[in-house]
């Protein structure tokens, strides 16, 4: 798995949409080699996160629960708890 994307599965409280975007965004920028979404990458880069995201909320949605949370927490709410 790449390294840059945390579980999000297992999360309490669960993982937000922002939090879902930002993984998708890391997905696709991870599997379509781009290191910054530009204004040439931006329309397709935009569609792919759109879907990526939905299909991971899906995804989410029909997991069973996880026994145990996962090790790290997301990133956005990493960077929540550092500006506290």
């Known amino acids: 798995m790449c390294r840059n994307i945390t579980p999000l599965r297992g999360l309490q409280p669960e993982a937000t949409d922002d939090e879902i975007r930002a993984a998708a965004l890391q997905y696709v920028r991870k ?8 204004t040439n990458t931006r329309e397709a880069v935009g569609r792919a996160v759109d879907l990526v995201a939905e299909a991971t909320g899906q995804l989410l949605a029909e997991l069973p629960a996880r026994k145990q949370a996962p090790k790290t927490d997301p990133p956005l709410r990493r960077m929540a708890k550092a500006e506290v």
């Open 31 to 38: 599997v379509g080699s781009i290191s910054k979404v530009s």
